[in-house]
């Protein structure tokens, strides 16, 4: 088990430039996450995928982004003509299949990636 | 009204003292409570996941979850340098089929040697 990574660590463009993120989610887990930090708040959600399937998208998310889970596996994050309110640490994370409630199984995040616009 | 409120801190105590954190709710629909441990740079990781009322203890951490106060608190026994960080507490609705996570902003602890 050699957790969720996410690569780059950090990404340094000027505004207006497209970016896109990877993430490897924990081996044999289903689930994959996407979530946006802000410096002195919480992680909120962005995005989750149930295998290929992207099933819930948040409001934060705009037509500037897009998210994809090909074959179930990694998933990238992009993001089109940047702008400055995009600064922020992406944070990718993953759960295995749930057992009864689909609620009930705990997310494991990478260490994100560090989003800076000039 | 945010659906989870923490004190950000920041949070400052000696070496070995007993800390305690802690986070309200609005909604009683949350019935799993987390806790994850933020270092500088670095992601959220977890430390303690419940669902009950009541404690649950792991080495030097016990969660508490008070559901008819919709108050859950984190305790750090014999607090130790390396337990500076950010602690967020956060919460997830059952039978959700998103199962997303709800983060309150966390608070920044600092042990003093």
């Known amino acids: 088990d050699t957790g969720v990574s996410q690569d780059p660590r950090h990404k340094i463009t000027k505004r207006g430039q497209n970016v896109t993120f990877r993430c490897d989610p924990i081996?044999?887990?289903?689930?994959l996450y996407w979530y946006r930090q802000t410096l002195g708040q919480g992680p909120e959600f962005l995005t989750y995928?149930?295998?290929?399937?992207?099933?819930?998208k948040s409001r934060l998310l705009s037509d500037r982004f897009s998210a994809e889970r090909p074959k179930g596996s990694f998933s990238t994050l992009e993001i089109q003509r940047t702008e400055q309110g995009d600064s922020a640490m992406y944070l990718c994370?993953?759960?295995?299949?749930?057992?009864?409630?689909?609620?009930?199984?705990?997310?494991?995040f990478g260490d994100g990636t560090r989003l800076s616009i000039l | 009204q945010k659906e989870v409120e923490q004190d950000p801190g920041p949070l400052s105590v000696p070496e070995g003292a007993i800390v305690s954190l802690n986070c309200t709710y609005s909604?009683?629909?949350?019935?799993?409570f987390m806790w994850y441990r933020q270092y500088s740079r670095k992601g959220p990781e977890l430390l303690m996941y419940?669902?009950?009322?009541g404690n649950k203890e792991d080495g030097r951490f016990t969660a508490q979850v008070d559901k008819s106060s919709k108050y859950i608190s984190l305790f750090i026994r014999d607090s130790q340098p390396s337990d500076s960080a950010t602690y967020l507490c956060a919460l997830k609705r059952r039978y959700s089929s998103a199962s997303k996570i709800i983060f309150g902003s966390g608070t920044r602890l600092s042990i003093r040697p």
């Open positions: 994370a993953s759960s295995p299949s749930p057992t009864g409630d689909p609620s009930n199984q705990p997310q494991h």
């Open positions: 081996s044999e887990h289903n689930r």
């Open positions: 909604n009683s629909a949350f019935q799993y």
């Open positions: 995928f149930q295998n290929e399937a992207q099933l819930e």
């Open positions: 419940t669902y009950s009322s």
